[in-house]
């Protein structure tokens, strides 16, 4: 039996592209709750995640 994924991806190669900085007045979108947040709520490291789904 092929593997899925194998043929989704039959490249070994895959880009992984870090979210698109915003500016002090936009809200950016956490990439694990999917929330619109403002700025000062996201990490600080540029991952995308908000410091609320970071917290242990």
Avoid: Y
């Amino acid at each position: 039996m092929v593997n899925e994924m194998s043929k989704l991806f039959s490249d070994a190669d895959i880009e992984i592209l870090p979210p698109q900085p915003v500016t002090e007045g936009e809200l950016a979108v956490c990439a694990c709750c999917c929330r619109h947040l403002p700025n000062w709520v996201m990490d600080e490291d540029g991952c995308g995640i908000c410091d609320e789904c970071l917290a242990p």
